[in-house]
């Protein structure tokens, strides 16, 4: 609706002037269809990334916990390190193991350096492309 705000201004005004309620309906059903529609494509797009994740992550972290990490990326896209151990069950050894393979094949960035007692902040940004589109 947000981006047809002036048409759907004027079905409203329509239906209190002329009482067309017909307009207004198939304006608001033909919104809900796009809607939908976009909505389906976003969900095929995090399905098709998260398959694609599951194939190249247990390769590249060779890892009994890769499918924990995996889950764990797609639950919370951005997190602390600390929240990704709490998240997986690993040790913080083995999380900062997979944290660090995972930068380097650039499947996660960091947005906020961590420091002294402060954790390292993380962006699955693929996910958030599709989720967020252009609103990021």
């Known amino acids: 609706l947000e981006?047809?705000?002036p048409v759907y201004y004027?079905?409203?005004l329509a239906v209190s002037r002329d009482g067309d309620w017909n307009g207004w309906?198939?304006?608001?059903?033909h919104?809900?269809?796009e809607q939908a529609g976009a909505n389906g494509r976003?969900?095929?797009?995090?399905?098709?990334l998260y398959d694609e994740m599951k194939?190249?992550?247990?390769?590249?972290?060779?890892?009994?916990?890769?499918?924990?990490?995996?889950?764990?990326?797609?639950?919370?896209?951005?997190?602390?390190?600390?929240?990704?151990?709490?998240?997986?069950?690993?040790?913080?050894r083995a999380a900062e193991r997979i944290l660090q393979q995972f930068r380097e094949q650039e499947i996660i960035a960091v947005l906020e350096e961590g420091g002294g007692r402060r954790a390292t902040t993380y962006v699955f940004s693929r996910l958030l492309a599709?989720?967020?589109?252009?609103r990021l």
Request: charged share 25%; glycine share 4%.
């Open 3 to 5: 981006r047809n705000r």
């Open 10 to 12: 004027e079905r409203l």
């Open 25 to 29: 309906i198939a304006f608001f059903l």
């Open 31 to 33: 919104a809900i269809e």
């Open 42 to 48: 976003k969900a095929t797009a995090i399905l098709d």
């Open 55 to 92: 194939r190249t992550v247990p390769e590249v972290t060779r890892s009994q916990y890769a499918i924990a990490a995996i889950d764990a990326l797609f639950k919370t896209p951005v997190f602390s390190s600390a929240e990704f151990y709490e998240q997986t069950g690993m040790s913080r």
């Open 130 to 134: 599709i989720t967020e589109g252009d």
